[in-house]
């Protein structure tokens, strides 16, 4: 039984179709049904024909992961799909071959059908194992530093395998995308240092980095509301927001968002804020739509890049918290 890495898009935006329609789904929709196709040379006559401006290295590579994706993924084999909009991974068993469906949205009829086991949070996953899934690849086998015995672990419920070795955690060989591991390392250290109430105030710092002038509620009297944000010399000045924030790991549902959009009128409040660490559930994504105009929300994630934005107006004593240093790196493209 292998181990797959199957994204769903860069932003994660088939991430959603993909799970609900149980289903593994990339991209390339330029490109027709795959399945009578015999070889890669085959498959590389076919990109060449519908990318006929992209170099040929680029083109090598987008197959090396479609041919994979076609011919060498296996029914049983495992699939790990590292999601964007909470932090998690979702783990998959492949139930079936190759699938090209015309009725699915232009960029996920590429597909193999997956029965989606369970949700894991992403903190759950060893340092090197979270790396090896931060490969700058849509599709690629996972097989370094025991990382499938550990997924078969978390599905089966069995103990999971020997940590590695420091020594093993910094041989890692994969092709990482630079950024995305920067962002997880910085997002595993807050998650150390501002856990429970201390989230709060690292959200509270960032609102007042942006310009709100904001008040925290206080433990166990806000009513579902942990802070309270407005403008101009007090405060008093729309916008006038109110903001909940979640630290646990677990996903949040619905029913936040609802209570939270109920509050708005209680406080006088033009717009809602949920920050919730763990991020939250589909069925969140579809709600927050009916309610764009009134709520917002930020997951653990987007807490890290509104840190970011903001650093240099925190707080010396955030800083000193979250100690960060801009680096300049090569923007080289996938190939």
Not at 72 to 93: F, N, T, Y
Not at 226 to 237: E, N, Y
Not at 264 to 290: Q, T
Request: one cysteine or more; aromatic letters at 8%.
């Amino acid at each position: 039984m292998s181990l797959w890495l199957i994204r769903a898009g860069g932003r994660g935006e088939r991430e959603e179709f993909a799970l609900e329609n149980a289903q593994a789904v990339i991209g390339w929709g330029e490109l027709p049904d795959l399945s009578a196709l015999d070889d890669r040379v085959g498959l590389m006559a076919l990109l060449e024909t519908h990318y006929p401006g992209e170099k040929h290295k680029r083109l090598l590579n987008w197959a090396s992961q479609l041919w994979p994706f076609v011919s060498s993924i296996e029914v049983g084999d495992l699939v790990v799909l590292p999601l964007k909009h909470r932090s998690a991974v979702a783990i998959g068993q492949v139930a079936g071959g190759y699938t090209y469906r015309p009725e699915n949205p232009a960029d996920a009829r590429h597909t193999r059908p997956v029965k989606w086991l369970k949700e894991v949070p992403r903190s759950a996953f060893i340092v090197a194992h979270r790396n090896s899934m931060g490969a700058f690849m849509t599709v690629c086998r996972l097989q370094k530093h025991g990382i499938e015995a550990a997924v078969n672990a978390m599905v089966t419920g069995t103990p999971p395998p020997a940590s590695l070795s420091s020594n093993e955690t910094e041989a890692l060989e994969e092709q990482f995308n630079i950024q995305e591991t920067a962002d997880r390392q910085i997002r595993d250290y807050v998650a150390q240092r501002f856990k429970n109430h201390d989230l709060e105030r690292l959200v509270e710092e960032v609102l007042r980095a942006q310009g709100h002038v904001v008040i925290r509620t206080g433990k166990g009297a806000d009513g579902g509301v942990d802070l309270v944000a407005g403008h101009g010399p007090m405060g008093f000045d729309a916008p006038r927001m109110i903001v909940q924030v979640k630290s646990e790991d677990a996903a949040i549902d619905v029913k936040v968002v609802r209570e939270l959009k109920g509050l708005l009128k209680e406080f006088s409040a033009d717009y809602g804020l949920i920050v919730a660490w763990g991020g939250f559930k589909g069925s969140v994504e579809k709600e927050s739509m009916r309610h764009f105009f009134e709520v917002r929300l930020w997951t653990g994630d987007d807490l890290i890049r509104e840190l970011q934005l903001v650093y240099e107006e925190l707080s010396e004593t955030v800083q000193a918290e979250v100690p960060l240093k801009r680096i300049w790196t090569l923007a080289l493209e996938e190939d």
